[in-house]
């Protein structure tokens, strides 16, 4: 076994490291920035520069953290490791592992729809593959991204006809930064962000990502005249949801931007006026065909409906089974 299972996390006995630990481990190979991927406290972390651009900010100045290119490889005792796009946030990779027990790749997360973010997902031949299975079910299939981008500007426009402030609660890395490329595709009108957005909008302008200009919506001093919002765009976290922030917003229609707007039950139970399906991580699909890319005799399941994903995998004839996480809230960057 070239990676296994403990108490920290997922080990590599033959090369003395840890990827993408749940617990601090002296060294931390880190697959990308979301917060269930990396945690503080490591004594070292190794990842591509796009991830360590968003890590320094996430984790602090003081973090050691070394850097690794796509493609590049280095040599950890018996193993020899290199990153490959994953095409899911800025700078995530997929981390292929080299040595006695065969050929391992640890995708993270990943999906297979162009982003214009970040470097597109590349299937790495294997013997062994650890996939995600955040949305592993058949029920989970996204539309084109540009079919939704006409849905959400068509909403806004709407919206803006009412009267009304459009606010897209997103997640703040990676597809906050997706939506304001793809809108500067199709628009010049400015869109407005929640104060916690631009710290990992500048971490992207600095990694070399074009991103629109965006206003933040931040307080006002008292006495100054009050801003209007409607017809507006905002994007905000959705830990701003139901906060006071909220009601200098004025008159507004609220969404979520997520593949966990597929099931109509989650949209109802969540109670936003739309729902936009648009997700980071790969659809039922895509997990499918990059299984059957790999070439991987044996696929590990790890997130969401792992138990799902390995039974319809045994179906095919592959050996499978699931790998646990200590991570028992919501996926990130869904
Ligand atoms: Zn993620
Ligand atoms: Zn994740």
Known sequence: MVLRENKRGLYCPDGDFFIDPWQPVPRALITHAHGDHARPGSDAYLCTPGTAALLRRRLGPDTVIQTIAYGERRRFSAIDVSFHPAGHVLGSAQIRLEGSGGVWVVAGDYKRAGDPTCAPFEPIRC?????????GLPIYRWDDTGVIMQDILAWWSANREAGKTSVIFCYTLGKAQRLLAELGRLTDRRVFVHGMMPGMIDAYREAGIDLPAVTPVIEK???????SFAGELVLAPLSARGTPWMRRLGTLSDAFASGLMRVRGVR?????DRGFVISDHADWPALLQTISETGARRVLATHGHAESLARHLRTLGLDTGTIRTAWEGEPSGD
């Open 221 to 227: 001093a008292g006495g100054a005249r009050k801003v």
């Open 268 to 272: 109802r139970q969540r109670a936003y």
């Open 127 to 135: 013997d062994t593959f650890i996939t995600e299975s955040t949305f």
